[in-house]
T-cell receptor, first 111, second 114 residues
Framework: SQQGEEDPQALSIQEGENATMNCSYK?????LQWYRQNSGRGLVHLIL?????REKHSGRLRVTLDTSKKSSSLLITASRAADTASYFC???????????FGAGTRLFVKA | EAGVAQSPRYKIIEKRQSVAFWCNPI?????LYWYQQILGQGPKLLIQ????????DSQLPKDRFSAERLKGVDSTLKIQPAKLEDSAVYLC????????????FGPGTRLTVL
């Protein structure tokens, strides 16, 4: 079964606004990653946060991780139309080698 | 560096036919993954190789799906016979080591089973 669950399933915002999407998981992890997928294409890695980290930044991206709540959030600041895509969280869980993807959040940024 | 290559990009077949997909990972990457992504869902791992050995194939429908990674480099995924519910995008990814971070994805093969 898929471990990551994203929320919301879909999000529509205006260009310039911030977008926040959340991910929850069930069992202990080594790290959590966020990927972006543009329509009909392969996934692109955005950012990785390790289980001993609480926050990480990369450009306009900010990721937080709360291991006590088994949840993570991805914040995209000052969104652009080009950020329109599906965003997936993926977890590498403790004791295994398999990465499990969630169902994704579909973000639509209106120009 | 060259990315993950996959072929074909698109394939349309009729149910009960056979189909094969090919993947060439990034040079030097020991771990290779095949994922199935049904429209509107996240990728589901079908099989994971470490070099030419299978690490995980627990979600591979072994009665119809098979995969190999001869010589620990490129890989093929086969479906025989195909069912309607196999319509999906098949993604190949590779990483330097397993379970430790970023995976590099190919463009995928979109399979339509009629």
């Amino acid at each position: 079964s898929q471990q990551g669950e994203e929320d919301p399933q879909a999000l529509s915002i205006q260009e310039g606004e911030n977008a926040t999407m959340n991910c929850s998981y069930k069992t202990s992890i080594n790290n959590l990653q966020w990927y972006r997928q543009n329509s009909g294409r392969g996934l692109v890695h955005l950012i990785l946060i390790r289980s001993n980290e609480r926050e990480k930044h990369s450009g306009r991206l900010r990721v937080t991780l709360d291991t006590s709540k088994k949840s993570s959030s991805l914040l995209i600041t000052a969104s652009r139309a080009a950020d329109t895509a599906s965003y997936f969280c993926a977890t590498d869980h403790t004791g295994g080698f398999k990465t499990i993807f969630g169902a994704g959040t579909r973000l639509f940024v209106k120009a | 560096e060259a990315g993950v290559a996959q072929s074909p990009r698109y394939k349309i077949i009729e149910k009960r036919q056979s189909v094969a997909f090919w993947c060439n990972p990034i040079s030097g990457h020991a771990t290779l993954y095949w994922y199935q992504q049904i429209l509107g869902q996240g990728p589901k791992l079908l099989i994971q190789f470490q070099n030419n050995g299978v690490v995980d194939d627990s979600q591979l429908p072994k009665d119809r799906f098979s995969a190999e990674r001869l010589k620990g480099v490129d890989s093929t995924l086969k479906i025989q016979p195909a069912k309607l519910e196999d319509s999906a995008v098949y993604l190949c990814a590779s990483s330097p080591i397993a379970g430790a971070g970023e995976q590099f994805f190919g463009p995928g093969t979109r399979l339509t089973v009629l």
